[in-house]
């Protein structure tokens, strides 16, 4: 009552007693920031946006605080209903939807590490593993097909093929009879497609450094591989009629370590394989030099190649870009289809296969639009523009559904109508949220060595350019990845800009640094010279972006601290130990501190022992070689279930900043996997980042 009295009547706090100030402060700083890091991520987060065959009816996943459920409309986006009912933050994903008449699979569950145990950060007392699930549009019928993952669904509607144990089994979705196993096979099994008459399917066989393309023909029961070679083939593609099998081989590259650039290759080729004559060929062939190395780890789609009539539509960085061509299997000619100074992805087909509509930062370099492009005639035409963030077009009957962002809303369903986005779903979105976050401006940095990189900067909401703040570097993981002037298409940066915007309405000046090896700036910049495991180049962008930050008015220099997880974490390491003058304090979440430990989670080949000479550089770019200089106090941040980084990498960096005297604070999650599955886990990782973070700059 008497804090109450004092909110009304101001003149009444000059005469409170000394011991009743304290409170009042607390009181009047609960009002200026009266949101919350978990107020931050509380909007469901979308994903999984299909379509049905007919293109009426649209699904899609919301993961809303760990409750993760499928949602459906119709094409328009109307009638929205939820069609599953799973309660709680439990750490089961759901993926890979899809439609089979009026009846939507779904897998639920989480994939099994290296020694065969499923992710379970819950610790539920029941199986985590994956399942299939069919469920009728109405939400009604949920059945249990069997364990697998990857549904595909054959042309009548009436079977899946789907992977279990790697091997490849088929199932009715019309009635429960027992799953078949079509056939056993060495190595994994993946990559299912179907033929137009559902007679045959075409997978990969991975073998480790060679695949192959399989054929299973359900005629005779028999399974063969087509042009085996040394090589890896990938992304089997029919064509309309079923008579051609399109498909990509890429040589491989001998002793070739992951995390270093490879901007040159033996060049990648499009063949294709006869049905009717049992004979394969090769109908294209990538240049020598820019554009050999085939890229197969940036969003394009789960495919590489699209059929339109006689025409393949494939990407290619011929331009030091990555764009779609068109090729004509008749002639052997390519067309470019989308000039320009940007990256293309989530590339999908329009019914009448006519039309390619894309997600591409052509245009707006720090944003992604979507766009169309005219196959027969090459024509483009940009769907959507402005401030905001498009991405996953999907194709319906009458029109567009997408998901997007701003840089103030986070991502969210919507549909193309009239030239105009309309929100699916509007009523879901927390009424809420918090008002206060800020458009964030891209700045351009120049690094120590005086390469050019960006980042966008995040001014406080009452920003002052006569007061000094704090500030913080944000070092995205990957490293491919691209950070966004707004609310980013992946869940998990997606909550790292959440929590960017944070610390921008707590007074920090924050800057999320696109460093160099990122994707969205080119085949050059992503394949940058000696970064990573080649000498880690790109840590002269973020002592750049310090010494950026430290020349500042605004700034206090004496106050700049660092965050970032995997990629992230390693660069955060870097920072601490090898710019121990610019950087104040760091939170490295399930961050990589030696190349030579991290490089065998991606290459099961390499042992440095064998490789002496990559072991070397690859150790000298590694954090571990410069931590004697290392003095900043560092929170670390894991999940011991971790399978892109060891969780040794933060035992061992643990131990060796202790026997130095480095502050060690750690905040370790049992079971927990790289990309958080529980929704609590998040929340307790970002309320102690910046409890961390604001704990050791107010000491300074």
Not at 7 to 27: E, G, Q, S, W, Y
Not at 573 to 600: C, K, M, R, S, T
């Amino acid at each position: 009552m008497f804090l109450l009295k004092a909110k009304l009547t101001n003149m009444r706090i000059l005469f409170l007693p000394a011991n009743c100030l304290f409170l009042v402060f607390c009181f009047f700083s609960v009002q200026l920031h009266p949101q919350t890091i978990e107020s931050y991520l509380s909007p469901a987060f979308p994903s999984e946006l299909t379509v049905s065959k007919d293109g009426k009816t649209l699904a899609w996943v919301f993961n809303d605080k760990g409750s993760r459920n499928v949602y459906v409309s119709n094409d328009k986006g109307e009638n929205v209903k939820q069609i599953t009912n799973y309660i709680g933050d439990d750490g089961m994903e759901i993926h890979d939807l899809v439609f089979a008449g009026d009846q939507i699979l779904f897998v639920r569950g989480n994939a099994p590490n290296n020694r065969g145990e499923t992710a379970n950060p819950a610790l539920l007392q029941t199986s985590t593993e994956r399942v299939i699930y069919i469920i009728r549009q109405t939400g009604n019928g949920l059945r249990k097909i069997c364990n697998g993952a990857s549904p595909k669904v054959s042309p009548d509607e009436k079977t899946i093929a789907f992977i279990s144990g790697g091997q490849i089994w088929t199932a009715s979705v019309t009635d429960s009879a027992r799953p078949v196993k079509l056939f056993s096979s060495r190595g994994g099994q993946g990559d299912i497609r179907w033929s137009p008459d559902g007679k045959t399917i075409a997978f990969v066989s991975n073998r480790g450094d060679h695949s192959f393309i399989g054929l299973y023909d359900f005629t005779n029961r028999s399974v063969h591989f087509i042009e085996t070679s040394v090589d890896q083939d990938i992304s089997p593609t029919w064509s309309d009629d079923g008579n051609l099998l399109a498909y990509i081989r890429i040589p491989n590259i001998h002793d070739q370590l992951p995390f270093v650039p490879v901007r040159e290759a033996n060049p990648w080729s499009i063949r294709y394989y006869d049905m009717k004559t049992g004979v394969a060929r090769e109908i294209w062939k990538a240049s020598a030099g820019r554009g050999s190395v085939f890229v197969d780890d940036l969003p394009v789609a789960e495919s590489f190649l699209w059929w339109s009539g006689k025409q393949i539509i494939f990407p290619y960085e011929k331009e030091g870009w990555l764009h779609l061509y068109a090729l004509n299997t008749d002639n052997g000619n390519v067309r470019l289809l989308t000039a320009g100074e940007g990256e293309v992805e989530n590339v999908e087909l329009s019914r009448d296969k006519q039309i390619l509509y894309y997600t591409t930062n052509i245009g707006d370099i720090n944003r992604r639009h979507l766009w169309q492009v005219n196959v027969s005639n090459g024509k483009t035409d940009q769907l959507t523009k402005g401030d905001g963030i498009e991405w996953s077009p999907v194709a319906t009957e009458n029109g567009l559904a997408f998901f997007h962002s701003s840089a103030t809303k986070p991502a969210w369903p919507g549909i193309l109508r009239n030239g105009s986005i309309e929100e699916i779903a509007p009523g879901l979105f927390p009424k809420d949220y918090p008002s206060t976050l800020v458009q964030p401006q891209a700045v351009s940095i120049t690094a120590k060595d005086g390469m050019k990189v960006t980042g966008d900067l995040f001014l406080p909401p009452n920003y002052k350019t006569n007061e000094k703040h704090p500030a913080l570097i944000f070092l995205h993981g990957g490293s491919r990845r691209q950070m966004l002037l707004g609310f980013h298409y992946s869940n998990y940066y997606s909550n790292a800009y959440a929590l960017n915007q944070y610390f921008a309405s707590r007074g920090y000046i924050v800057l999320a640094l696109n460093y160099r090896s990122g994707i969205g700036y080119g085949l050059n910049f992503r394949e940058a010279i000696n970064y990573g495991a080649a000498g880690a180049s790109e840590v002269n962008d973020l002592v750049g972006a310090g010494l950026y930050l430290q020349k500042r008015p605004d700034v206090d220099k004496n106050k700049i601290a660092l965050w970032g997880g995997s990629y992230g974490g390693y660069l955060t390491a870097h920072g601490l130990a090898q710019a121990p003058e610019i950087f104040a304090a760091g939170v490295d979440i399930h961050g990589v501190h030696n190349w030579n430990d991290e490089i065998p989670t991606f290459a099961a080949w390499y042992d440095y022992a064998k490789f002496p000479q990559m072991a070397k550089i690859a150790l000298q770019s590694s954090p571990v070689s410069y931590v004697k200089k290392w003095k900043a106090p560092v929170l670390l941040i894991h999940g011991d279930d971790d399978r892109n980084v060891p969780f040794s990498e933060s035992v061992n960096i643990a131990e060796t900043l202790r026997k130095q005297g480095v502050h060690v604070e750690q905040l370790i999650f049992p079971d927990e996997v790289h990309s958080f599955l529980l929704y609590t886990n998040w929340v307790k990782a970002y309320n102690a980042t910046f409890d961390f973070i604001d704990r050791q700059l107010k000491k300074r």
